[in-house]
């Protein structure tokens, strides 16, 4: 390096270094004594020190430890520098995560809510413009639960074509995205498609429940007499 010769004392394995974590695989990462370094560059001040430890439950002692070796280096000085610990900010950040979390079940819910009074009205009109329909099945035999079974089909049928064209543009849209902002797009698990899948027609299910049993009620004289 320069006008200086090293000695390579070993490589690193990339699986397992930080510095190959940090450099995207260590491909030109050296690692020299920091002494050596800063003679290098001709920068005596150590602006940044990081700490890795074996036992990550010693993280709070740790810093504990770091914080009064600092405090005496600086004279009680503070606001002269500042201890990080990184298991506090991944629980900072497990904390926002989970209110994110939180945040968009809660948005999902109230979208499943809304679209699930959608289909209910829905299914209400076509149980309205089918009336004489109705009336005639009744008429010649029909019972009550086939009425509702027959709802509860279409029902179920609607949401379900709905959640296939929601997973397609679903999966196009994450692939799509991914490659704009450069990030690999992982798919799930398949049983988790089947439970979306599911989670619709169960949706169109319960929702369409009301408008069934509303159309099982009709009596065939008054729905023969129906325009």
């Known amino acids: 390096i320069g006008s200086r010769t090293f000695t390579v004392a070993g490589v690193t394995d990339e699986s397992s270094s930080v510095m190959a974590a940090m450099n995207g695989g260590g491909n030109?990462?050296?690692?020299?004594?920091?002494?050596?370094?800063?003679?290098?560059?001709?920068?005596?001040?150590?602006t940044s020190l990081e700490i890795y430890l074996k036992d990550a439950t010693l993280s709070d002692e740790t810093a504990d430890e770091v914080e009064q070796v600092l405090e005496r280096a600086?004279?009680?000085?503070?606001?002269?520098?500042?201890?990080?610990?990184?298991?506090?900010l991944l629980d900072a950040m497990d904390?926002?995560?989970?209110?994110?979390?939180?945040?968009?079940?809660g948005i999902a819910a109230i979208s499943l809510l809304v679209g699930g009074i959608g289909i209910m009205n829905i299914m209400l009109v076509t149980v309205t413009e089918r009336t004489r329909e109705i009336?005639?099945?009744?008429?010649?035999?029909?019972?009550?639960?086939?009425?509702?079974?027959?709802?509860?089909?279409?029902?179920?049928?609607?949401?379900?074509?709905?959640g296939i064209v929601g997973i397609i543009f679903g999966t196009i849209g994450s692939?799509?995205?991914?490659?704009?902002?450069?990030?690999?797009?992982?798919?799930?698990?398949?049983?988790v498609t089947i439970a979306a899948f599911a989670l619709s027609v169960a949706l169109g299910v319960l929702f369409g429940s009301y408008p069934a049993i509303?159309?099982?009620?009709?009596?065939?004289?008054?729905a023969l007499r129906a325009e």
């Open 28 to 46: 030109g990462t050296l690692m020299i004594p920091y002494t050596t370094a800063m003679k290098l560059t001709g920068n005596r001040k150590i």
């Open 74 to 88: 600086f004279n009680g000085k503070d606001d002269s520098y500042r201890v990080i610990n990184m298991e506090s």
């Open 95 to 105: 904390r926002v995560l989970d209110m994110m979390t939180t945040l968009l079940a």
């Open 135 to 162: 009336g005639i099945r009744r008429a010649i035999g029909a019972q009550r639960s086939s009425i509702v079974t027959q709802f509860l089909i279409e029902a179920g049928m609607l949401c379900g074509m709905g």
């Open 175 to 191: 692939v799509v995205l991914g490659r704009i902002i450069y990030q690999q797009t992982i798919y799930p698990v398949p049983w």
């Open 214 to 222: 509303k159309a099982s009620k009709l009596q065939p004289v008054e």
